[in-house]
T-cell receptor, first 119, second 112 residues
Framework: EAEVAQSPRYKITEKSQAVAFWCDPI?????LYWYRQILGQGPELLVQ????????DSQLPKDRFSAERLKGVDSTLKIQPAELGDSAMYLC?????????????????FGSGTRLTVV | SQQGEEDPQALSIQEGENATMNCSYK?????LQWYRQNSGRGLVHLIL?????REKHSGRLRVTLDTSKKSSSLLITASRAADTASYFC????????????FGGGTRLMVKP
């Protein structure tokens, strides 16, 4: 069964350092999402891509977070500088759904996530 | 921001019992989905119910949707210890561009 690949699985970094996460979605899935999940809470959307374009990044803290999906396939999420409050699980998901105005009624496939601890 | 509110936040039952989790949301939706998450892992899609559907079944799962009350329920019948996990509802809101908004989750523990 096809999977969404994420790496690293775990990351410990010191505050003020830069950190990057990588995601490879399921082949053929045009839409890719990055979510952040704080322990004990539900995931919250950071950024949504359709192919290489950003569809929604309204919840992305753009002063320190950046995301790209240059060739419309895999994606990188970066935090610079990391803060203590960034400690969370970062989840990548992909879907066959396309963007605004289209009701795809598709579920998401999530990767296993990257657990970030900022010390 | 989180649109869905799950109830209860935590549920503990014995193996073989049924587990019911509820979800309420605020805006008009295209569909509502339920996901499962084992501790420290990613989420797994369980079932999707469209806004024009009222009930859906998948194995031991039964989902209902009441759009007039903006609520949904997930029933797991004949629970097993392996069902222990967190369960999240997620809504695909009208005009939101296939972006899911998740609730806070129900933590289910099934005791053997």
């Amino acid at each position: 069964e096809a999977e969404v690949a994420q790496s690293p699985r775990y990351k410990i970094t010191e505050k003020s350092q830069a950190v990057a996460f990588w995601c490879d979605p399921i082949s053929g899935h045009a839409t890719l999402y990055w979510y952040r999940q704080i322990l004990g809470q539900g995931p919250e959307l950071l950024v949504q891509f359709q192919d290489e374009s950003v569809v929604d990044d309204s919840q992305l803290p753009k002063d320190r977070f950046s995301a790209e999906r240059l060739k419309g396939v895999d994606s990188t999420l970066k935090i610079q500088p990391a803060e203590l409050g960034d400690s969370a699980m970062y989840l990548c998901a992909s879907s066959l759904a396309v963007g605004r105005g289209h009701v795809g009624n598709y579920g998401y496939t999530f990767g296993s996530g990257t657990r970030l601890t900022v010390v | 921001s989180q649109q869905g509110e799950e109830d209860p936040q935590a549920l503990s039952i014995q193996e073989g019992e049924n587990a019911t989790m509820n979800c309420s949301y605020k805006t008009s939706i295209n569909n509502l989905q339920w996901y499962r998450q084992n501790s420290g892992r990613g989420l797994v899609h369980l079932i999707l119910i469209r806004s024009n559907e009222r009930e859906k079944h998948s194995g031991r799962l039964r989902v209902t949707l009441d759009t007039s009350k903006k609520s949904s329920s997930l029933l797991i019948t004949a629970s097993r210890a392996a069902d222990t996990a967190s369960y999240f509802c997620a809504t695909d809101e009208d005009n939101a561009g296939n972006m899911l908004t998740f609730g806070g989750g129900t933590r289910l523990m099934v005791k053997p």
